[in-house]
């Protein structure tokens, strides 16, 4: 069945909304990285909620899964693809306008900047 939105940032908010999908694409845009990278990383997210959450990503052609050996346990690596880099600069913005709105509310603050953000930016296309 065809997906069918409003307008376009309907469809953006679609692929990168929730709780763990701008945390996951932000330690993603740092280096490829194993599932238990990312469960350290993110240690409030459960097994289940951070499999479904890859799979949402992978199913939107955000990131990619690369499964390596020839029996378990295997090694599972995902990956920004292309179209995941791009997402790079309206991540920056939308970072950058809560940072800002969080200096004018006094009970608001945000404990990581968009530096993460801004490595999908830089990250090259690397062949894993």
């Known amino acids: 069945m065809k997906k069918s939105y409003n307008n376009g940032v309907e469809a953006t908010l679609g692929v990168i909304s929730g709780k763990w999908k701008p945390q996951l694409l932000c330690h993603l845009g740092k280096r490829p990285q ?3 990278d990312l469960r350290q990383k993110l240690p409030a997210i459960s097994q289940k909620v951070l499999t479904q ?6 199913s939107d052609g955000v990131i990619v899964r690369h499964i ?3 029996r378990a346990p295997f090694k599972v690596v995902y990956a920004l693809t292309d ?3 791009s997402l790079g ?3 920056v913005q ?3 306008w809560g940072e800002q709105r969080a200096s004018e ?5 945000i404990r990581n900047g968009h530096s993460g953000f801004n490595q999908i930016l830089n990250q090259p296309t690397e062949a894993l």
Do not use: A, F, K, N
Request: aromatic content about 4%; hydrophobic content about 35%; proline content about 4%.
């Open 34 to 36: 194993r599932t238990c």
């Open 53 to 58: 959450q890859l799979r949402e990503l992978e």
């Open 105 to 109: 509310v006094p009970d608001m603050e």
């Open 68 to 70: 390596y050996g020839d």
């Open 83 to 85: 179209l995941g880099r």
């Open 89 to 91: 600069q309206i991540l």
């Open 94 to 96: 939308m970072s950058v």
